[in-house]
């Protein structure tokens, strides 16, 4: 049966239902709300667990008295009470040190080494202990005046911690060098990259670092000096020249090896041949007409090694020039009439411009093939010369002397072959005298006051208008020359 609704009456049942669905819906969103704010601010639920103890913080490192920390940028070791191991020990602490002082320290260079190579970014000094004396490694100069023998060994140590030392003073401002050659000799060997400044009283005159020259003359040397020299030239770094005339030296061997050993110290001391005496340096050797020299003495010329002009002609008692390999400058050689046959040892004289050797004994010129400095050659009257082809390489000679066919086994072939090889050489094979004509010496024959300009030049190096005694006193050395 169908329910009637009746007028004026409410329907009180629609209204609850929709009251109760508000109500619902808006208690959904509440709670809804409440869950998502509790999400946002929640906090864990207090742990029933205890918490950790806070940690301790580790103790300051230190370097004996010194504290370490991040600020530490200098190390004074000495201050510090504390030694080179402590150091070491404590380097991973000290990143930031700049400057470490190690204070007076025996340590040895390959310790110094591992200090500094262990603080790379660290400005590392110290000290080493020189004569009783705390020395700064950067120290340049040492005065080492008052250093006895006994002193050395604890020198050589202390030379070895001390690496910017550039000099060693050997010497007081007055006064030698009290240090036997032997001490010197092992100071400059375990420290050869220093300047030893020592100073001498050789044989009554003073040398020092600065000596340039010592020249002794007539004073009694002997040959037991040589070795004095020997041992004080490698202290004396100036020295240009030592020249020792007549001081009683007869061991030239000795004197050779000297001045081979310091080739840079001008040594040169005098040699007497037949009461003549001799300077090694000389640059010429006039002996023409004096017949001072023969094949028993020949050999002391070979002392002699900057001669530059030779004059031994008219000399019958030489029979060869073995000595002449000695003279690598040679330019100017001299051997007419002589009995000397064999010219090889001309083979090192490259500088060779002047040959004269006319009436001589040689017969072959193939040690003149390379003489390409050779300008003016007399090779007349060679009894034994047979061939000229060794000049024909030699384009530059000027004046080749002949004198003719006459006193040789040469023909004119062999001359005008000669002639057409050096088509620029005045080839003189006019007879006469090998010397005054065919223009050898004068521009007209025998005319003396008409000298060709070479031979004016040759009177000049050869001292010909002095007589041979003069010539003998006079000759000139290589520091004139």
């Known amino acids: 049966m169908r329910r009637v609704k009746k007028k004026g009456v409410k329907d009180v049942t629609g209204n609850r239902t929709r009251i109760f669905l508000a109500a619902l819906v808006f208690t959904l969103l509440l709670a809804c709300m409440l869950t998502a704010c509790g999400n946002a601010g929640q906090t864990a639920a207090p742990s029933t667990e205890a918490a950790p103890a806070p940690a301790e913080e580790a103790p300051a490192a230190s370097l004996g008295s010194l504290v370490i920390t991040p600020e530490t940028d200098t190390v004074d070791l000495e201050e510090a009470g504390a030694t080179i191991e402590d150091l070491m020990r404590a380097s991973d602490s000290l990143g930031g040190v700049k400057k470490i002082a190690l204070g007076l320290t025996d340590a040895t260079a390959e310790q110094l080494e591992a200090v500094c190579k262990a603080f790379p970014d660290a400005e590392v000094t110290w000290k080493a202990n ?266 530059d000679l000027k004046l080749v002397r002949i004198c003719g066919t006459t006193y040789t086994h040469l023909t004119q072939a062999d001359v005008d072959a000669l002639k057409a090889e050096l088509p620029d050489t005045f080839v003189s094979d006019y007879g006469g005298d090998p010397n005054s004509s065919g223009q050898w010496r004068y521009n007209t024959n025998g005319n003396k006051q008409d000298p060709t300009e070479r031979y004016a030049l040759l009177r000049q190096q050869m001292l010909y208008d002095l007589n041979w005694t003069e010539r003998l006193s006079n000759s000139p050395s290589r520091e004139e020359g």
């Open 130 to 395: 020189v004569l009783g004396t705390a020395v700064e490694s950067t120290a340049e100069e040492l005065d080492l005046s008052e250093a006895a023998d006994a002193d050395v060994a604890g020198l050589i140590k202390a030379l070895a911690v001390l690496p910017e030392v550039k000099t060693l003073l050997l010497a007081p401002e007055e006064g030698v060098t009290t240090l036997s050659y032997e001490s010197l000799d092992a100071l400059a060997a375990a420290a050869p990259e220093k300047e030893l400044r020592c100073r001498f009283d050789l044989f009554g005159h003073t040398a020092d670092w600065t000596t340039e020259e010592l020249r002794y003359q007539n004073e009694a040397i002997g040959d037991e000096g040589i070795a004095v020299f020997r041992a004080a030239l490698p202290y004396l770094p100036a020295l240009k020249l030592l020249r020792l005339e007549s001081c009683g030296i007869t061991d030239n061997d000795a004197m050779d090896a000297l001045r081979s050993d310091f080739p840079d110290k001008g040594v040169v001391w005098s040699i007497s041949i037949e009461g003549y005496t001799f300077m090694t340096d000389t640059t010429l050797i006039n002996d023409g007409d004096t017949n001072l020299l023969y094949d028993g003495n020949v050999h002391l010329l070979t002392y002699m090694h900057d001669v530059l002009y030779l004059d031994i002609g008219h000399n019958h008692h030489l029979t060869n020039i073995e000595f002449v390999r000695s003279f690598p400058k040679l330019q100017v050689v001299i051997m007419t009439l002589t009995n000397i046959s064999d010219i090889s040892p001309l083979e090192n004289c490259p500088d060779l411009e002047f040959i004269e050797c006319h009436s001589c004994q040689i017969g072959d010129l193939s040690p003149l093939a390379d003489k390409v400095n050779l300008r003016y050659l007399n090779i007349a009257n060679l009894p034994n010369l047979r061939d000229l082809s060794p000049l024909y390489g030699l384009k």
